[in-house]
């Protein structure tokens, strides 16, 4: 409500969505005006029906893909007499444990975000098959002209669907998540090698166009080039660091150890930036997971830990 007073009442406004995660759109429909769309990359439109999978989709897919008496014991939401009974039979996992971690990431989800206003009968979609080719002080790219000084352009990883936006005049670059540290926390739609390609894709724009504010999802706008460069390369060099580092645990693990050995071990590694994140992951925070950081690693390396997986959600 406080965006809509912001913005006035008319309405004449387009609402650009960066993804489908629910913390960034689920007030679309309270703002959006009659005529005016809310955009969005075409790969939203299979999650647009249940924008809530970002909440109880995740969690269920959490579930499945990882062993899950570890899951749930991280989840912290049941004690260990639960776990055991949850866990006793392979009926009780699937057809009381997901119907039961289904309706309890709902509620949470429900509590925290409240009700979902999609809008989607304004939504329009930004279609890969119509970008065109975007010249940049000499970076080249491709994207949207979305008016004659507004782009949008895809920068993949946080999620399949994430998107950035670039106003040239006013040199304003509206970021959404693609910066975050450390994603990809999405084990639906997020991907890490992307993480990294569209972070540095986002350092050579700025750079190149000398963008001077820096919108995100969840910080305060950055202002000023020079330090909007050295916050991305910062972020950047941290990644690339974990990232490093969980390579060369992953080439060093041995194979035979399940997925809950392997993330106590890696959780151990003497490491400043590890022991910041093993401290704030989920369910702490909701941007940071840093078991889905590991097995995404793993899947990425090819590597396969001696626990068992399942077909995804
Ligand atoms: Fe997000």
Redesign the pocket.
């Known amino acids: 409500m406080r965006i809509k007073k912001h913005l006035g009442h008319s309405g004449d406004y387009t609402i650009l969505c960066?993804?489908y995660?629910n913390?960034?759109i689920a007030n679309n429909a309270r703002l959006a005006g009659k005529n005016f769309p809310i955009i969005y990359h075409e790969n939203a439109a299979s999650k647009i029906n249940y924008l809530r999978t970002?909440a109880s989709g995740q969690i269920l897919r959490m579930y499945r893909d990882m062993p899950k008496e570890g899951f749930l014991k991280r989840l912290g939401v049941f004690n260990n007499t639960i776990i055991r009974l949850l866990l006793k039979r392979e009926i009780y996992s699937r057809y009381i444990a997901e119907p039961l971690l289904f309706t309890v990431s709902y509620i949470l989800s429900l509590k925290s975000i409240g009700r979902i206003y999609s809008g989607k009968k304004h939504v329009q979609y930004l279609k890969p098959a119509k970008m065109t080719e975007l010249n940049f002080s000499g970076m080249k790219t491709k994207g949207w002209i979305l008016d004659d000084s507004l782009y949008a352009m895809e920068a993949p990883g946080?999620?399949d669907c994430?998107t950035v936006y670039y106003q040239k005049n006013n040199s304003i670059l509206i970021a959404?998540?693609a910066l975050?540290f450390l994603?990809p926390?999405?084990i639906q739609y997020g991907t890490l090698k992307e993480t990294i390609e569209s972070q540095k894709f986002l350092l050579d724009l700025v750079q190149n166009e000398k963008i001077e504010l820096l919108c995100q999802?969840?910080y305060p706008p950055l202002t000023g080039n020079e330090k909007i460069v050295s916050y991305i390369s910062d972020i950047i060099d941290k990644h690339e660091h974990v990232y490093n580092l969980t390579s060369s645990f992953i080439k060093n693990i041995n194979t035979g150890l399940s997925f809950d050995e392997l993330y106590e071990r890696y959780c151990a590694i003497d490491d400043p930036l590890i022991n910041r994140l093993k401290k704030i992951t989920f369910p702490r925070s909701t941007?940071v997971f840093l078991d889905v950081y590991l097995l995404k690693m793993l899947e990425e390396s090819g590597v396969k830990s001696g626990s068992p997986r399942t077909a995804g959600y």
Do not use: A, E, F, Q
């Open positions: 960066t993804h995660h913390d960034h970002n946080h999620s994430h959404g998540d975050n994603t926390n999405d999802g969840h941007l």
